[in-house]
């Protein structure tokens, strides 16, 4: 069984484009599959589109559309649009099960999309998602994805500061006082997983009205029954780099 359900939710903020505002529609999708043990295998999915038919939607709109099927499309997948990528969540499962027929578990796949931030030249969308494909538990993931406005590019780390090593600096220092780590101590003596024990800024980075918000998803730095780790970094504690 399948839907498709357009939730009529736009998003404006006050930046010019070509002379056109710009606006997100949230997409709401679904997709169910039942077993004959009435176990229900799931899909659902909520997507902010970038609206109007100008590069800078497109482009904004093709790298939401990849991470999302970073998250539920399998290797090679050649899925060109959210209809065939879902279904083809719920395709996999079939196939999964047709060819190991003990299996009994179902798989659930829940991704929401929301605009997080906004600026006059900057937009940024959150995609947090919960899969659950077999394992000892599921894989929850958080993406940030910043687009500059006037010309769709998406904003990276360098981007936002001059001196990324000196923003990784800034950051283990208020990591280390967040969680009462001395300066002459092992991250990682802890409970941190940090790669040879290094601070490392996370590969996701929110920006809100109070800071930078350095996100690091489950398995990042620290084990899974941790969770994620957030921390703050105020614009006055970078506002040189």
Same mark, same amino acid.
């Not at 196939?95 to 940024?124: H, Q, R």
């Not at 394992?135 to 929850?140: D, F, I, S, Y």
């Not at 990276?156 to 600096?169: C, G, I, R, S």
């Given at each position: 069984?399948?839907?498709?359900?357009?939730?009529?939710?736009?998003?404006?903020?006050?930046?010019?484009?070509?002379?056109?505002?710009?606006?997100?529609?949230?997409?709401?999708?679904?997709?169910?599959?039942?077993?004959?043990?009435?176990?229900?295998?799931?899909?659902?999915?909520?997507?902010?589109?970038?609206?109007?038919?100008?590069?800078?939607?497109?482009?904004?709109?093709h790298i939401v559309f990849n991470t999302v099927k970073q998250i539920v499309g399998?290797?090679?997948?050649?899925?060109?649009?959210?209809?065939?990528?879902?279904?083809?969540?719920?395709? #996999?499962?079939?196939?999964?099960?047709? =060819? *190991?027929?003990?299996? !009994? @578990? $179902?798989?659930?796949?829940? &991704?929401?999309?929301?605009?997080?931030?906004?600026?006059?030249?900057?937009?940024?969308?959150?995609?947090?998602?919960?899969?659950?494909?077999?394992?000892?538990?599921?894989?929850?993931?958080?993406?940030?994805?910043?687009?500059?406005?006037?010309?769709?590019?998406?904003?990276?780390?360098?981007?936002?500061?001059?001196?990324?090593?000196?923003?990784?600096?800034?950051?283990?220092?208020?990591?280390?006082?967040?969680?009462?780590?001395?300066?002459?101590?092992?991250? #990682?003596?802890?409970?941190?997983?940090? =790669? *040879?024990?290094?601070? !490392? @800024? $996370?590969?996701?980075?929110? &920006?809100?009205?109070?800071?930078?918000?350095?996100?690091?998803?489950?398995?990042?730095?620290?084990?899974?029954?941790?969770?994620?780790?957030?921390?703050?970094?105020?614009?006055?504690?970078?506002?040189?780099?």
């Amino acid at each position: 069984m399948k839907k498709l359900i357009y939730l009529v939710l736009s998003v404006f903020f006050a930046t010019a484009c070509n002379n056109k505002q710009i606006s997100f529609e949230l997409k709401k999708y679904e997709e169910q599959f039942t077993v004959d043990n009435n176990q229900e295998t799931s899909l659902t999915a909520v997507i902010p589109v970038a609206k109007g038919n100008n590069t800078v939607s497109e482009d904004i709109n093709h790298i939401v559309f990849n991470t999302v099927k970073q998250i539920v499309g399998q290797e090679n997948d050649s899925s060109l649009d959210y209809d065939e990528l879902f279904a083809g969540f719920i395709g #996999n499962y079939k196939d999964f099960i047709s =060819d *190991n027929p003990d299996y !009994i @578990l $179902p798989w659930e796949a829940d &991704i929401k999309g929301s605009v997080d931030y906004t600026n006059a030249d900057i937009v940024n969308l959150k995609i947090e998602s919960y899969t659950m494909t077999g394992g000892a538990h599921g894989n929850p993931n958080t993406t940030s994805l910043i687009f500059n406005t006037k010309n769709g590019k998406q904003i990276f780390t360098p981007d936002l500061v001059k001196d990324v090593n000196k923003l990784a600096q800034i950051a283990e220092k208020s990591f280390r006082e967040k969680n009462n780590i001395p300066n002459n101590e092992s991250l #990682n003596s802890f409970g941190y997983m940090f =790669d *040879n024990d290094q601070f !490392i @800024l $996370p590969q996701n980075i929110f &920006i809100n009205n109070n800071g930078l918000l350095l996100f690091y998803n489950v398995y990042e730095i620290a084990p899974y029954v941790n969770g994620t780790t957030e921390l703050l970094i105020p614009y006055n504690n970078i506002k040189d780099i």
